[in-house]
């Protein structure tokens, strides 16, 4: 493991310990990230880390570098090769700090203008209504709440993403959302690969 991500991971654990709030918690956390994200000895490891998506088909995944025996927070990567995009996607009810540790890329940001029925899961459907878009850059941190819609879109270079999450994905389902139609697909979200970080 890397000092600075054995470092984060050791902050983590104390705030988890004294705060329940997952808000406060994660507005405690970002800055640790914006911090983690400038690590030299992290990006220089990263240019080993693979690119394996193929999201024509479907496949995205995870490097899973951490996650926690006791509150169960992980730390992944996603790493996205140019002119690459992720499908309009939630995370379904799980918190997320997407932080970009190398390249530049396009964050969309989207909200339903529908109501959610009753039983959400059953919806087929959502209007969706783009809200933001950014042209982000290394150091760049984008909080993904549960069920908030976002898509991100490479450009000319590789992504290389750090990801800090309440909870491991791809154990449960996940929307993916037609940007054309709003047409809803259930997923399981992101393979989870074990990765070995550093030494
Ligand atoms: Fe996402």
Known sequence: ???????????????????????????EIRPLLQELLKDEELKEASESWPF???PE????????????????????????????STPV???AHTWTLYGV????????RFERTDTPSE?????????LKKISEHEVKPGYIDFVRPYDIHVEHTGEEPVVGVIFR???VGGFLQNYYDA??????????????PYKLGA
């Open 180 to 193: 054309e139609t709003g047409k809803i697909n259930k997923t399981k979200g992101p393979v989870q690969i």
């Open 119 to 127: 039983a959400a899961g059953e919806d087929e459907y959502a209007d």
């Open 166 to 168: 309440d909870q491991r």
């Open 1 to 27: 493991m890397l000092t600075a991500v054995e470092d984060f991971i050791g902050k983590v654990r104390e705030i988890y310990g004294r705060v329940d709030d997952m808000e406060a918690r994660f507005a």
């Open 101 to 108: 540790l190398r390249g530049t890329e396009k964050v969309i």
């Open 52 to 54: 394996r998506n193929e």
């Open 57 to 84: 088909k479907g496949y995205i995944e995870n490097l899973l570098f951490y996650e926690d025996p006791d509150y169960k927070f992980v730390l992944n990567s996603l790493l996205k090769k140019p002119h690459e």
């Open 89 to 91: 996607h939630d995370h």
